[in-house]
């Protein structure tokens, strides 16, 4: 027993013999004298700081002894109290997960300093246990970002209590990207930082894409242009090289320019006739954004993507469909998934495309910078 077990105590106090008790060999009496000790902690008498000071030792010596199931029933006991013995928190903390789970969930007892610790020496149930407490700060957030695996990630994501950094938050989105466990924890999050929202257009699917259109187009002003400019000072060119007919194909439809023969219907004509790159770099142009986008929204037939240069570029839903068909060909079932397109592009809210648009405009807007 520790000498805590020597410091005074008020006159009339039960815990002298409670402390006697506990030279007790004998397990079940220990176990019970735990138990006796954990209810005599949450009575109704108040207690001094040598009391406090003694509950935490003899509790935390005593459950040191105890087996798994005494532990967790510790833990859950105490998980809740504000004023739980800080030592036993501490250890019950560090206990293996099935004793560790209720305190790191719940006990506001423990401190960014012992929970970041955990993160540090534990492994990811413990993680995942932390991830989930109400609130969680940006500290030990970031270490978790650092330290824990997929599936701690995105429970931490899920956890609109939890606070990231800008960097832990662009880390996250990066692995995100690369599984697809992470997209819809990634596109719902709250606090999602707007630029790195749209960036996970492109990988996620229909329903999500529809979320990030949504939030683009019920973002405050201010908010947005925040988010533009935090998008600016991230966006380096990692866009790979440039297809072999691109300065002809270049020339081509700058000399259309010029003469103000680039319209819409030159577009479609460029694409009706195999003119590819001479497509892409229109169409680029046409929306401001840069030709690795276009070929990324081409190639990858991200015709819903597609819709939102299109609305943002005004153009009649008629010449979007012809794009679309186009873009298909031969593939089963074109004209229905067409028809499906046409449909996305009517619904779809103007001012929702040109705020999105904004954000994919940041690769062509750095790449002029640099």
């Given amino acids: 027993m520790s000498d805590a077990a ?10 002298p013999d409670l ?10 009496k220990r176990r019970d004298l735990l138990r006796e000790l954990t209810e005599h902690f949450f009575g109704p008498a108040r207690r001094s700081a040598a009391e406090d000071e003694l509950y935490d030792s003899l509790l935390t010596d005593l459950a ?16 809740l109290s504000p004023d739980a013995p800080r030592g036993l928190i501490r250890r019950l903390a560090n206990d293996e997960v099935a004793v560790a789970d209720a305190v790191l969930r719940a006990s506001t007892v423990l401190t960014d300093e012992d929970l970041m610790g955990v993160v540090r020496t534990q492994g990811q149930e413990h993680l995942r246990a932390i991830s989930e407490r109400d609130t969680v700060s940006e500290a030990v957030s970031d270490l978790i970002v650092e330290r824990g695996d997929d599936e701690t990630l995105g429970t931490l994501l899920r956890n609109d209590g939890a606070r990231l950094s800008r960097a832990a938050s662009e880390t996250a989105v990066e692995r995100a990207r690369r599984n697809p466990a992470l997209h819809a924890a990634t596109v719902e999050r709250a606090s999602l930082p ?43 060119a990692d866009d790979g090289t440039l297809p072999a007919d691109y ?13 103000n023969q680039l319209t819409p ?43 939102v240069i299109c609305k943002a570029a005004d153009l009649d839903r008629a010449l979007f469909l012809t794009f679309v068909v ?15 397109y046409a449909r996305l592009y009517t619904e779809l809210q103007r001012e929702a495309a040109l705020r999105t648009l904004r954000f994919w405009r940041l690769r062509r807007k750095s790449a002029v910078a640099a």
């Avoid at 040191?64 to 998980?79: Q, W």
């Avoid at 749209?198 to 996620?204: A, P, S």
């Avoid at 840069?290 to 991200?302: L, S």
């Fill in 19 to 28: 402390i006697q008790l506990a030279q007790e060999s004998s397990s079940e």
């Fill in 194 to 236: 707007a630029d790195l929202l749209n960036d996970m257009y492109f990988v996620v699917e229909t329903r999500l894409r529809q979320r990030i259109l949504e939030q683009n187009a019920a973002m405050d002003p201010v908010l947005l242009e925040s988010a533009l400019a935090a998008g600016r000072a991230r966006v380096a």
């Fill in 64 to 79: 040191a002894e105890m087996e798994t199931a005494v532990r967790a029933e510790l833990s859950a006991r105490f998980a």
């Fill in 247 to 259: 300065s002809e194909s270049l020339a081509y439809v700058e000399e259309l320019g010029a003469a």
């Fill in 326 to 340: 186009v873009i298909l060909g031969g593939e089963e079932n074109a004209i229905g998934q067409a028809h499906a």
């Fill in 265 to 307: 219907n030159m577009l479609a004509r460029f694409l009706r006739s195999g003119s590819r790159t001479a497509f892409l770099i229109a169409l680029a142009q046409l929306a401001d954004v840069d030709f690795h986008t276009a070929n990324q929204i081409v190639q990858r037939r991200e015709l819903d993507a597609l819709a």
């Fill in 6 to 15: 020597t410091a005074p105590v008020e006159t009339g106090s039960r815990l």
